[in-house]
């Protein structure tokens, strides 16, 4: 398929110039890029039951990574380090989760973090820069942009 309309393409590039040529240049490069979506979308319907616990295991994977205090030395888990941990590309991981979910592998992580960071304000004493280190934040005022971003209305009650 690919083939066939590089070889259109090719062969209107080199047929005589009118008035016509580059409308159907750009049909067939439109094309091109059509097939190309079709193609690279179709994986994910292909590999939906592979994929479709992939979720479910960056739920985990982020779950230990925050109740496990000597990962939180790392700072905080970045796409990079989940994916890896997942056996997936960073790109695949977040295309999958977007597909799956409509938010892609950061938004999950910030997701957790959020969560993460509501159970200790309302379940300890901690103060927000404690909990900001404990989540792995080196500073507290990104947590608490992040937190406000996030979730203001309950941002705005502590």
Known sequence: MIESIIEN??????SS????SQDVMVA????????????????????RTASSDLP?????????YFDNQNDLHMGLPTVKYVSDKLNVSPNYLSDV?????????QQHIHNKLIEKAKEA???????VGE????????????????FKNKDPSFAARI
């Open 97 to 105: 989760l977007r597909t799956l979910t409509g938010q892609n592998a």
């Open 131 to 146: 909990i900001a280190y404990r989540l792995g934040f080196e500073h507290p005022q990104s947590f608490n942009k992040l």
């Open 28 to 47: 067939q490069i439109d094309l091109l890029l059509n097939y190309s979506n079709r193609f690279y979308n179709r994986q994910f319907i292909a590999r």
């Open 56 to 64: 479910v295991k960056l739920e985990d994977l982020l779950t230990d």
């Open 9 to 14: 393409i090719r062969h209107e590039y080199h």
């Open 121 to 127: 304000l309302t379940t300890t004493s901690l103060s």
């Open 17 to 20: 110039i009118d008035t016509y």
